[in-house]
Each structure stands twice: as C-alpha cells, then as structure tokens.
C-alpha cells in the first residue's frame, strides 16, 4: 500500500542554521508532493508544493526538492529562526479518488 | 474569508454519550474532509465529500461513525456511543478542487471520552 515515511525524530537545530526535514515515499510515484507545517493546538497550514518533473521549488526561506529516484523529498528552512519550531507534515495524492495521504511528521525545534 | 470554522473547539465527555462535531468549510470550496489525529496514527482521513456527496467513507472506523454534509456551508460528524479510544483531535478541511488538493484545515476539535 502507499506509504509515506518522516522521521519521527525532533530534530533540534540552532537559530541561523538549515533545517533539513526528510520524506519517503514508497509504493507509488506521487505526481507531486506536499509540505504542510503544524503548530500545536491547531490545524496544518499548506507551504509549498512541488511536481514530480520539477526537482527544486523555493518559497523565501524554504527549498523543496523531489528526487524521484530515490522517492524522496527533502525540505529546507535556511537561517532557521525560533518560530519556524512546529511539526512539518509531508502529503501526496492518494491513489483515486481526492484522497490525500500525510505521513506522520517531524517536529522541528531551533533553539535561540 | 474566516477559513474553515469548527465547532466545538474542545469536547469532553462520558462514554456512551452521542458526540456530534460541526464544520463550516471555506465558501466556495467543492470538498470537505474529515480527519482524525492522534500520536500514534497521525492525521487519518475518515470522509470525503464532493459537492455536499460523500464520496470515500473507507477511513470511517466503524458504524458507531457517521457524517453528513446537508449543504455547502455545513458538516456534522457524530460519533454513537462514544468510546475512549475515540480520543482525539478531529480536524474539517476543505479544497477549491483544483488538481493540486491543497487543503485547508479547521482549528480542530479537541475530543475527551472518559
């Protein structure tokens, strides 16, 4: 079955330094992939998205990369500041139909 | 726009008891979703609707769930009877329907069955 893998370990890093935040997919090839980040207590709030032909898309601060080779996208916050701490989910199209299918998310801390 | 509206914002109740959700999707929007999330499973879909129809019910845990969708601007999800397990946080999302799905989330409600 599709599957979407994060790493479910918090990754703490230094204020000012990049964030890089890995997403595996397996069992399929997602026409395009999907960064949403979540703060606590509330709901996921889409960033960016990235198409399967594209291998880089950037947004100010934030860089996606899709390499379709090894099905996976990384996600980069440079000069990473205290507010950008929040759980990054990663999504893709499901198979038929409108589904989306989220993995299960990195917690990001940057420390001051 | 206000976003995706969602009511109650925090539940807490006794096993047993009926529970029912609401959400008031982004006008406009063609879909509305339901999702469930918790530590262990992460965010689950449970229901999809398209044009107020709903059109993948796969996710819904069983019967005791159920979800209607009355009009545009409306959704109720109700749980009957409530059991622990169904502890959680349970989020309303909607998208425009173009092909790239972006969603957009409701603040969630936070569920407590004791």
């Known amino acids: 079955s599709q599957k979407i893998e994060q790493n479910s370990e918090a990754l703490n890093i230094q204020e000012g330094k990049t964030a890089t935040l890995t997403c595996n997919y397996t069992n399929y090839s997602p026409a395009y992939l999907q960064w949403y980040r979540q703060d606590p207590g509330r709901g996921p709030v889409f960033l960016l998205l990235i198409r399967e032909n594209e291998k880089e898309k950037r947004k100010e601060r934030l860089k996606v990369t899709f390499d379709t080779t090894l099905k996976q996208s990384l996600f980069h916050i440079t000069a990473s500041q205290p507010a950008d701490s929040a759980t990054y989910l990663c999504a893709s199209p499901g198979r038929g139909g409108f589904k989306t299918i989220f993995g299960a998310g990195t917690r990001l801390f940057v420390k001051a | ?114």
């Open chain 2, 1 to 114: 726009d206000a976003g995706v509206i969602q009511s109650p914002r925090h539940e807490v109740t006794e096993m047993g008891q009926e529970v029912t959700l609401r959400c008031k999707p982004i006008s406009g929007h063609d879909y509305l979703f339901w999702y469930r999330q918790t530590m262990m499973r992460g965010l689950e879909l449970l229901i999809y609707f398209n044009n107020n129809v709903p059109i993948d019910d796969s996710g819904m845990p069983e019967d005791r769930f159920s979800a209607k969708m009355p009009n545009a601007s409306f959704s109720t999800l109700k749980i009957q009877p409530s059991e622990p397990r169904d502890s959680a946080v349970y989020f309303c999302a909607s998208s425009p329907g173009l092909t790239e799905r972006t969603q957009y989330f409701g603040p969630g409600t936070r569920l407590l069955v004791l």
